[in-house]
């Protein structure tokens, strides 16, 4: 049977996962603990990665590689760019790049490197199982531009560079390099996020105000999802 992994970032992201999963058995390697679980007969492996890139390109290739994971899921929160997302709602991203990669000194792209790509694609099955689940639950979930980089971002200019840029619709910081680790080792994943802020000088007053109940919407979705897989 095939295993799916599930990730977050931050210990609240995968919580509420724990709290409803069963058989729960703690593997710790790398620096890090993996949770082996079972949901709805289902074989899944969780961890958090910690906050940013390396970390989450650290830890989905230990999902992938050391553990077996077929399929990959993250879930958690984000900030808003796109005005009509507010907060708690829900995003899937079609596809991921990377606002902070910048060589644009030798006249690339923002976001791109010689044999890379500005834009990693997620998976369409796994898109498609979401859309489902949504309107199953009468839930609306925008689907579009996730961008990732290693800063908290909390400024409307920052918000404009990375929109005008990319034409991102919620930003965050390990999507992008998870989507790289998977895109490269090919295995399907999905990125979900629910927004906790709109990345704006009050981001960090309105994060920490609901980072919490956000993760927990997002985990909720993931995991109808997994039944669907
Ligand atoms: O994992 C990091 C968390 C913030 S840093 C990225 N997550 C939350 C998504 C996110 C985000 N990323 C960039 C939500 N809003 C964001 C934003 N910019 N405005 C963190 C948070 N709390 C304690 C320590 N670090």
Do not use: W
């Not at 990730?7 to 724990?18: R, S």
């Not at 993996?34 to 961890?47: D, M, N, Q, R, W």
């Not at 030798?106 to 694609?121: I, N, Q, S």
């Not at 709109?198 to 109940?213: L, Y």
């Amino acid at each position: 049977m095939s295993k799916i992994a599930i990730m977050g970032a931050m210990p609240e992201e995968i919580a509420p996962l724990l709290e409803k999963v069963e058989d729960i058995k703690k593997v710790d390697y790398a620096k890090n603990s993996y949770y082996e679980a079972t949901y709805k007969g289902k074989e899944l492996v969780i961890a958090y990665s910690k906050i940013g890139k390396v970390f989450s390109s650290l830890t989905a290739s230990t999902l992938i590689e050391k553990f077996g994971c077929q399929k990959l899921l993250f879930s958690g929160v984000a900030g808003a760019i796109n005005p009509n997302l507010k907060i708690g709602d829900l995003i899937i991203a079609d596809r991921l790049c990377q606002h902070d990669l910048d060589i644009s000194i030798f006249g690339h792209d923002f976001g791109y490197v010689p044999e890379g790509a500005k834009f990693v694609e997620s998976d369409e099955k796994l898109r498609a199982i979401a859309k489902e689940v949504a309107s199953k639950n009468s839930l609306s979930v925008i689907e579009g531009t996730i961008a990732t980089g290693d800063q908290f971002v909390a400024s409307t200019e920052r918000k404009e560079f990375i929109s005008k840029n990319f034409q991102a619709d919620a930003l965050e910081m390990e999507g992008a390099s998870v989507a790289v680790v998977c895109d490269a080792l090919d295995v399907p994943f999905f990125i979900l996020r629910a927004i906790s802020d709109t990345a704006n000088d009050d981001a960090g007053v309105d994060f920490d105000e609901f980072m919490v109940s956000s993760a927990k919407i997002s985990a909720n979705f993931i995991l109808d999802m997994v039944e669907s897989i």
